[in-house]
T-cell receptor
Framework: EDQVTQSPEALRLQEGESSSLNCSYT??????LFWYRQDPGKGPEFLFT???AGEEKEKERLKATLTKKESFLHITAPKPEDSATYLC???????????FGSGTQLTVLP | ETGVTQTPRHLVMGMTNKKSLKCEQH?????MYWYKQSAKKPLELMFV???????ENNSVPSRFSPECPNSSHLFLHLHTLQPEDSALYLC????????????FGEGSRLTVL
């Protein structure tokens, strides 16, 4: 059974204070790892797909990286508008559906 | 309209009521999904439709009944719900089944009294 664990559950940062969110996974044959952003009261919004260890993707202040056991979402010099819940999900060779983690709630204080 | 649209955004119902949630996608996608999101829990997949055919039913109680009349519309019919069914119900679509890049609607917040 695929498993996804995200840490920390919640993170508070000062504006400009860089940090990383972690997504650890256990799957049988990774087909892809996906990051989503969810604002309060809204549905998740797709951010990145990573397919193999060593791959990196960037978008503005966000950079996602992937190893064989975990993925990191690095946030460089965050701004208050980066505050959201960040969700990680995996698609494996055995499961026909995404397995989501519980998310990390990020708050960036001005 | 673009993207995935869900109505209503908020719904309050009694345990004996019957109501429906509606989802429409304007992206030309072939797969549509219903997810349940409860506080502090991972997204739970409920149903999957691919080319209008139901391909997944993750042991969802029969008080939830999906309907997919065409590849652009998806409904979730609700009847005799329980208070623990209160949650955010999210509709999503993807180009094909087994894609990880899903496009979500804004959700329908359901409260069961």
């Amino acid at each position: 059974e695929d498993q996804v664990t995200q840490s920390p559950e919640a993170l508070r940062l000062q504006e400009g204070e860089s940090s990383s969110l972690n997504c650890s996974y256990t799957v049988s044959g990774l087909r892809g790892l996906f990051w989503y952003r969810q604002d309060p009261g809204k549905g998740p919004e797709f951010l990145f797909t990573l397919y193999s260890a060593g791959e990196e993707k960037e978008k503005e202040r966000l950079k996602a990286t992937l190893t064989k056991k975990e993925s990191f979402l690095h946030i460089t010099a965050p701004k208050p508008e980066d505050s959201a819940t960040y969700l990680c999900a995996v698609l494996s060779g055995s499961a026909r559906q995404l397995t989501f983690g519980s998310g990390t709630q990020l708050t960036v204080l001005p | 309209e673009t993207g995935v649209t869900q109505t209503p955004r908020h719904l309050v119902m009694g345990m004996t009521n019957k109501k429906s949630l509606k989802c429409e996608q304007h992206l030309g996608h072939n797969a549509m999904y219903w997810y349940k999101q409860s506080a502090k829990k991972p997204l739970e997949l409920m149903f999957v439709y691919n080319f209008k055919e139901q391909t997944e039913n993750n042991s969802v109680p029969s008080r939830f009944s999906p309907e997919c009349p065409n590849s652009s519309h998806l409904f979730l019919h609700l009847h005799t719900l329980q208070p623990e069914d209160s949650a955010l119900y999210l509709c999503a679509s993807s180009q094909e089944r087994e894609y990880g890049e899903l496009f979500f609607g804004e959700g329908s917040r359901l409260t069961v009294l």
